[in-house]
């Protein structure tokens, strides 16, 4: 299954560069355009594995919760559950990877389809890489934690314990403003980009709503995740248009920053003047 997938990898990015001869605003490298997904990958392991260690609330923790501590713009999601909402919320989130598709109903576009998958593995692989790092190490109990008619077991559980940031929201926004940029890009002209640029802000969003109803994010968790999703899918894109190349953005790993003894985790921004 590895094997499969640097396969594919390799012809995605091999695809890509190729395709900068058909008509393409964007510019990718073999070498620099693998080591920024294999980055990516990397950190979202670490990620993952650290959200999986995450420890539970202990009973004494969860009593000395209080709903008063809450931020106020948060404090009327305390206690929010729907499980319809979740499962709903899922609809949209899933459905926003499948919007880079429609580049192959455009003829430049479809020409260099290879080239914009590898744009969009990145930026989903920054925003993943984001979202893990930051569940996996911010303790923050997410709103139905408050809701006392839920069971303890539900309530002190690792996973209800990292409502920051909302990786749904996060994923989403990536997503369709990724989809958003690119035909900005390719269509300059085009009528249209309003109202994709509308949709781009609106399917998020929607996600983020759904999320706090369900009880799994208090509104800033979504402002903050929607943000974020948003800077990957201009950003990525925009870093890779002919004419950026002294932009940069990309995963990081450092140990012992200047002989503190701490690890640093994160994504890194550059500028070559």
């Known amino acids: 299954m590895k094997k499969i997938l640097l396969i594919l ?28 997904i294999a980055g ?8 993952v594995i650290s959200i999986q260690n995450k420890p539970a609330l202990t009973e004494a923790e969860l009593a000395a919760l209080d709903r008063n501590d809450i931020l106020k713009i948060n404090r009327g999601a305390a206690g929010n559950f729907s499980k319809s909402a979740d499962e709903l919320s899922y609809i949209p989130f899933y459905g926003s ?17 290879g080239q914009i998958s590898v744009l969009f593995i990145e ?12 569940a996996g190490n911010v303790e923050k109990s997410r709103p139905l934690v408050y809701n006392e008619n839920l069971p303890t077991e539900e309530r002190i559980a690792p996973d209800a314990q990292r409502s920051f940031f909302a990786g749904h929201t996060a994923a989403t926004a990536a997503a369709t403003f990724f989809t958003a940029k690119v035909f900005h890009d390719y269509n300059p002209d085009s009528p249209a980009r309003p109202f994709v640029w509308a949709g781009a802000v609106a399917v998020p969003a929607y996600v ?11 509104l800033t968790d979504n402002i903050i995740g929607f943000g974020i999703g948003a800077a990957c899918g201009i950003l990525i894109p925009e870093i ?7 932009l940069d953005i990309y995963p990081t790993v450092s140990n012992n920053i200047l002989g503190t003894g701490i690890d640093s985790k994160g994504i890194g921004l550059s500028y070559e003047f």
């Open 208 to 218: 983020g709503y759904l999320r706090t109803k369900a009880g799994k994010h208090f």
């Open 9 to 36: 990898l390799v012809c995605l990015i091999g695809g890509g560069i190729q395709a900068q001869e058909n008509q393409s605003p964007y510019a990718t490298n073999f070498w620099g355009d693998g080591a920024w």
């Open 240 to 246: 890779h248009k002919k004419g950026n190349e002294n």
């Open 40 to 47: 990516g990958v990397g950190l979202n392991v670490l990620g």
């Open 123 to 134: 930026t989903m692989a920054t925003t993943g890489a984001a979202f893990t790092l930051t």
């Open 97 to 113: 990877f499948a919007t880079p598709l429609l580049f192959l109903l455009g003829e430049d576009e479809r020409k260099n389809f």
